[in-house]
């Protein structure tokens, strides 16, 4: 069923009245009872309006006078006067264009203002009204017994729109207003350009001196109060200019980006922790931005936690630290010093990795070739902090002690052939010597030769490195640990997971490896596209082969010093 609004539905039954309609038919349309209807009717037969004699129009004369004792009214008011007092239901833009018509009466700002000033009280006694100019509908021809009046500047020939009218004696003299002046930009002429520098010269303001002692005592007057008296929007903006002009006036200079080379730094370190995790050694990389540098944003911390900062407070090292990646951002070499900001946050990542990996390297932790992140068994390994001191030289001295008598056992061997005064025995003592000593080096050399070129295992991708999409770096582990790659099955979310279209969920499968995985492994829902829901599996399925291939490493290093043991 249709509903009306209050208007509709009264023009509606003044419609049907009008035409001879029944009141049944009246009452069905409007939507209105019967017995209403037939009492309309019948107002409507007696009095010529259904509304009764109170809501019957006016005429024009009768709505002037009545609006002349309420000037200034609004216009939404003017609006609802004709709705309720004379039944008329007109728009605004309707009331305003009749209203327009009367000579006496401007529109300004959407109010009705009488020119003049008349009022009901002021109607009987004569006002001198502001000359105004004809209107289209009236005659402008000039009257032959009365001379045309002369115009000055007090007497406008025209109003306009937005106009605030008031009385004003005859013999006030008023300030004309500035002349506005259309410019041309495409062609703009001499004149043009000389009478607008003129007044924009006049109106630029001239370099005083300011006077401090005012801004004292209004600061004084300001602090002087209990509470901090409220400013006003002027004051407001003028403080906060002046704050950010002092700020960056006392602004430091941004200090230079320092040079990341193509090293993959991040995955040196991840190898050198892939290597130690017998010794608890865990890397850790944190993000943050910096809003006091604009055009350099990215701070990147790496910790270093185990192993060798076990000795340190609370037994992790942050990089960049003093002394290992902090740069001086006060430009004159002085002691500010802080970690630097980049303007991308992979480079971030990479400087604090590198200032880590220089770190080991200069404290003896790792070796200096950019690629061994272990030493070799022949070298001795450095001392680890937070360990007793005597026992650290024993290692070496023992090392001194085997390597002496090993020299003591063998030159011995050769004493007694020299005493059979043959030339062949002093060479095969020498050729004895030689593969006594490098029993201990030659074999550790040449792993080290070898190992790099010939061993199947070697990764030809970073696993740690972020930038390889993780769908790659599982296929790499898989490959690995002899596990089967895994298959992403995706499925559009349905509506039950309150996700829209283009958003997946999915899992992996392994084939026959599957038995081996977790149950849910890798299970993800409502990730938009089919590529990211494959990384956001691919993601999860990396860290549960991480830690695989971690957790197999440290049982073959047990069981070979197990071995090595016996």
Known sequence: MVRYTDKQQKEMVVTMLKAGERPKAVAEAAQISLAQAY????????????????????????????????????????????????????????????????????WVNKRVVLVGGHTA???????????????????????????????????????????????????????????????????????????????????????????????????????????????????????????????????????????????????????????????????????????????????CQCTLKGGVAAGFDGGLLTFPRPGAGYVDIGGDGGDTQAPPAFARKKDAKQYAAK?????????????????????????????VPGKASATLPSKPSAALGNGSSSTNSSSSLPNKPPSQTSDNKPAESNASNTPATSRISTPQIKKENINPATTTTTPTIDVHDDDIPATKRVNEMCSRLGIVPPQYQLTVSSGDDESAGGFFSGYPTFGVDSVQMPDGLGRVTNCYSRKMTREKIAEEVLVYLLTVEAERAAAAEELLEELLGE
Not at 51 to 77: I, V, Y
Not at 224 to 235: F, G, K, S, V
Not at 278 to 293: I, K, P, T
Not at 361 to 373: T, Y
């Open 39 to 106: 009492r309309l009717k019948k107002t409507f037969e007696t009095m010529g309006t259904p509304w009764g004699p109170s809501k019957a129009p006016k005429n024009a004369t009768k709505l002037k006078e009545e609006f002349r004792e309420k000037p200034n009214m609004h216009l939404k008011e003017l609006k609802q006067f004709l709705a309720l007092e004379c039944n008329i239901h007109v728009s605004q833009e309707t009331v305003r264009r009749h209203l327009a018509n009367d000579p006496e009466r401007l």
């Open 121 to 299: 009280s002021s109607s009987s006694t004569p006002t001198t009204a502001t000359p105004t100019a004809p209107r289209p509908h009236q005659s402008t021809a000039p009257n032959p017994q009365q001379p045309p009046p002369t115009m000055s500047r007090s007497q406008p020939t025209k109003r306009q729109l937005g106009d605030v009218i008031s009385p004003q004696p005859q013999n006030s003299q008023t300030t004309p207003a500035p002349k506005r002046i259309r410019v041309n930009r495409a062609q703009p002429s001499n004149a043009t350009s000389e009478t607008m520098n003129a007044p924009a010269a006049a109106a630029a303001p001239t370099t005083d001196a300011v006077d401090y002692c005012d801004l004292k005592a209004w600061i004084a007057e300001q602090e002087a109060q209990p509470q901090p008296a409220p400013l006003t929007p002027a004051e407001r903006n003028a403080i906060a200019e002046l704050r950010s002009s002092l700020a960056a006036r006392r602004r430091q200079p941004e200090p230079p980006e320092p040079v990341v080379d193509d090293n993959n730094w991040v995955g040196l370190l991840h190898r050198y922790r892939d290597a130690h995790q017998l010794q608890g050694v865990e890397v850790s990389f944190e993000d943050s931005s910096n809003s006091s540098r604009p055009g350099q944003s990215w701070l």
């Open 355 to 383: 200032c880590c990996v220089e770190w080991l390297m200069a404290n003896m932790h790792m070796p200096s070739d950019g690629e061994a992140v272990v030493f070799s068994k022949g070298k001795p390994k450095p001392p």
